[in-house]
């Protein structure tokens, strides 16, 4: 696992890139060009690939389905004998049902009794659903109006044999897992789940089950990342709180670089901190600290330590969310070896004026509900400091203001991201 280049170079590729005022698209294209999957192949079972990232394209062993079938349930026939205008009556000679096929060819003026997943007799290419046509003792009678080759499945129109069914980067979703299982493939490659490192800084930070001293807070960041990330489905290496001293954080820095293959970090990239954290960085890898045109968020560091890439969050707790879902998420994604999708927004009602100055991106923490119109309304969650996560736990969605805008008046349309699911 080796970089292709160094940050310092892509950086310097990407033009009018200021590291102390870097609008939000550009910081992503600067992760995104940096960061290199990993690829390691192992082979697991259908039900374990859930979530993970398929290594090799699928290719489809049959065709599915495997017979042309039908539709619904109803009587298969042959579309020449229907006359166009007019009823049809046709002799009943039998009955189809899933996974047991009418034995014999069906002639002209002859219909079957079919139900839904039945293999089309030979001879039939049309199914007429039963609410329509009228039984008389061995016959039925059709009313005109049918298309020819309704209501009939083709073999192979779901997958084909030969093909690709599935192709090699895709995260598995449970859609997959079926369609994985309609082939009878039993197990896949996927490549290996990604490690994480994370640890909090600050000597003001207690763990749970500590004294809360004066002057000290809970640590919460690594309780939102460790949810996070478990939702990434990563493997986690939780390296506890570093207090801000130099060795400290070098002797956490050199553990998670070891063990992992991402470190994630959060405070001590403040303009107070950040020197102390550039020193010790300087000695173990490439680092670059950026103050990211966004709020909440702005200061972050980005770079590599040993085979590691580092992302350096601030320390304030919605800071640490929202940046990892702009920045980090996409990232551990890309190194998963997969292409991340993109993160979708909606278009809502403002409930309200927001305030917002051009040049930087917010992002304010808002539920969403569908108004009286059906319209959907987006109402900003209170207090928006970077420290306040209640009003992250109420919210359902980030409205994104983005970075030319100003102003919102109130019943203005705003983007916002639903982040059920994401974080
Ligand atoms: P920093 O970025 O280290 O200057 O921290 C900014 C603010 O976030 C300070 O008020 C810190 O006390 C707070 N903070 C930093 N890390 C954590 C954490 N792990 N849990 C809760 N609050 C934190
Ligand atoms: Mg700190």
């Not at 001879?123 to 016959?139: M, S, Y």
Request: charged share 25%; with cysteine.
């Amino acid at each position: 696992m080796t970089a292709r280049t160094t940050l310092a170079e892509i950086v310097s590729c990407l033009s009018d890139f200021d590291p102390k005022a870097v609008p939000v698209d550009r910081a992503r294209e600067a992760i995104e060009r940096f960061v290199v999957p990993v690829d390691c192949v192992e082979r697991v079972a259908i039900r374990s690939a859930l979530d993970r990232v398929l290594a090799r394209d699928v290719v489809s062993p049959i065709d599915v389905p495997a017979h042309d079938n039908s539709a619904m349930d109803g009587w298969a026939v042959r579309s020449a004998d229907l006359q166009a205008g007019a009823d049809t009556t046709l002799n009943v000679v039998g009955t189809a049902y899933a996974g047991v096929a009418f034995g014999g060819p069906v002639g002209a003026g002859e219909a079957v009794r079919v139900m839904t997943g039945a293999v089309m007799p030979a001879g039939c290419d049309t199914v007429v659903i039963q609410e329509v046509v009228r039984r008389e003792g061995e016959r039925i009678v059709v009313p005109p109006g049918q298309q020819a080759g309704q209501n009939r499945r083709l073999r192979g129109e779901d997958l084909t044999a030969g093909r690709a069914a599935l192709r090699a980067g895709r995260l598995i979703r449970p859609a997959d897992l079926g369609l994985l299982a309609s082939l009878g493939i039993a197990e896949v490659p996927v490549q290996r789940r990604l490690r994480v490192a994370f640890f909090s800084t600050g000597d003001e930070l207690r763990s749970i089950g500590e004294p809360l001293d004066a002057g000290c807070v809970y640590d919460s960041n690594r309780y939102t990342l460790f949810g996070m990330l478990t939702r990434l489905g990563v493997e986690l290496v939780d390296l506890g709180v570093v207090p801000d001293s130099r060795e400290a954080l070098e002797a956490a820095m050199l553990a998670a670089s070891r063990n992992a293959d991402a470190i994630v970090s959060s405070g001590g990239v403040s303009v107070g901190e950040a020197d102390f954290t550039r020193e010790v960085m300087d000695r173990l890898g490439e680092v670059a600290f950026w103050t990211i045109a966004m709020r909440p968020g702005r200061p972050m560091a980005f770079g590599r330590v040993g085979d590691a890439w580092y992302f350096g969050l601030p320390g304030n707790p919605v800071a640490v969310m929202v940046t990892f879902l702009f920045f980090v998420r996409d990232a551990l994604i890309r190194l998963s070896g997969a292409s991340p999708r993109p993160v979708l927004a909606l278009r809502a009602r403002s409930v309200g004026r927001l305030r917002k100055r051009p040049g930087r991106t917010e992002y304010q923490r808002a539920v969403i509900t569908p108004g009286a119109d059906g319209v959907l309304e987006a109402r900003i969650t209170g207090s928006q400091g970077s420290g306040v996560l209640r009003s992250m736990s109420e919210a359902n969605a980030l409205v994104v203001l983005h970075h030319a805008q100003g102003d919102v008046a109130d019943g203005e349309l705003v983007d916002a991201i639903p982040f059920d699911g994401l974080i």
